[in-house]
């Protein structure tokens, strides 16, 4: 098991960036596939991007394709969403998820460890 803590969140203007960082303890990291997912007002969770234990692997949901990018540092023990061309529509919390295993993962009834997530806001 993993303890995952996710940061850069904020209030941004659309058509802006940001980061998100998620900071994973624990020695196993490196075998986790992990995934963002997002939460809006109202809203059931969705999922965002996953990627796979060495980064070779990535997907992403079509809202986001072209705009976010999913990556890992597994040396730091961080995987980071970058958002660029942010639309109102991002609004919402994003919550960095992971599991044990060799793929990337969409439904997030296959995550196992969760971060308390981070509120990201874009502005219109």
């Known amino acids: 098991q993993v303890q995952l803590v996710e940061s850069g969140g904020g209030l941004v203007q659309a058509g802006g960036s940001l980061r998100l960082s998620c900071a994973a303890s624990?020695?196993?990291?490196?075998?986790?596939?992990i995934g963002w997912f997002r939460q809006a007002p109202g809203k059931e969770r969705e999922f965002v991007a996953a990627?796979?234990?060495?980064?070779?692997?990535?997907y992403y949901a079509e809202p986001v394709k072209g705009r976010f990018t999913i990556s890992r540092d597994n040396a730091k023990n961080t995987v980071y969403l970058q958002m660029n061309s942010l639309k109102h529509e991002d609004t919402a919390v994003y919550y960095c998820?992971?599991?044990?295993?060799?793929?990337?993962?969409?439904?997030?009834?296959?995550?196992?460890?969760w971060g308390q997530g981070t509120q990201v806001t874009v502005s219109s």
């Open positions: 998820a992971g599991r044990r295993g060799s793929g990337f993962y969409v439904p997030l009834e296959e995550y196992n460890d």
């Open positions: 624990g020695r196993t990291f490196g075998s986790y596939a």
């Open positions: 990627i796979s234990w060495s980064g070779g692997v990535t």
